[in-house]
């Protein structure tokens, strides 16, 4: 069974940059894998943030931007500001399965 | 502008069936797939499958297949989720996603489906 890894839980300070990275249990993420990003809040429907590893919606903020970093996808905020505080999750597609599978998501706090 | 909306929230008793729609408005219906996605209590999201707007070819996930049906009208532009067998680790919110370039751009607002006795 394919397995995307990603960091359960991370922390940032206001203004500040992380990066949140995407692992693929069948080896290192390409952009054949297509891999998007999706921001959660509570109550709310995932709002679609990158596509195509670094492609943005029309309306993903500029500070957020995809990119593959050492085998894995990656999502980076750059200038985080207190309402980037949510749930991401990646999504990567696997051609031999013709099938879609999300990470387990990482907990984004800004403190 | 693009809307998916989505039917209301279901109760439904283990072993029972239950159908979600999701009305697409904004677009052509057939130039995109609609994909169905699940969160259930405290989880993370899980990708079901894949329903293609223009001919109906469908992906559905491992674990849901013969458990699962998607199918569309392209008369009322609307797409169906049936799951069969219901279980209570079936409880969660189910949503539909328009497919665009390899990904899921817009969203519908998700359907509460509850399975008790």
């Known amino acids: 069974q394919t397995v995307v890894t990603q960091e359960p839980s991370l922390t940032v300070s206001p203004g500040g940059t992380v990066t949140l990275t995407c692992a693929s249990s069948?080896?290192?993420?390409?952009?054949?894998?297509?891999p998007n990003w999706f921001q959660k809040k509570p109550g709310q429907p995932p709002r679609a943030l990158i596509y195509?590893?670094?492609d943005k919606h029309s309306w993903t903020p500029a500070r957020f931007s995809g990119s593959l970093l050492g085998g894995k996808a990656a999502l980076t905020l750059s200038g985080v500001l207190p309402e980037d505080e949510a749930d991401y999750y990646c999504l990567l597609y696997f051609r031999t399965t013709q099938s879609w599978v999300f990470g387990g998501g990482t907990k984004l706090t800004v403190l | 502008q693009v809307q998916l909306v989505q039917s209301g929230a279901e109760v439904k008793k283990p072993g029972a069936s239950v159908k979600v729609s999701c009305k697409a408005s904004g677009y052509t219906f057939t130039s995109f797939g609609i994909s169905w996605v699940r969160q259930a209590p405290g989880q993370g999201l899980e990708w079901m499958g894949w329903i293609s707007g223009y001919n109906g070819n469908k992906d559905y996930a491992q674990k849901f297949q013969g458990r699962v049906t998607m199918t569309t009208d392209t008369s009322t532009t609307t797409a169906y989720m049936e799951l069969r067998r219901l279980r209570s680790d079936d409880t969660a919110v189910y949503y539909c996603a328009r497919d665009h370039a390899n990904g899921a751009d817009y969203w519908g607002q998700g359907t509460l489906v509850t399975v008790s006795s």
């Open positions: 195509n590893t670094s």
């Open positions: 069948t080896g290192a993420v390409t952009s054949g894998y297509y």
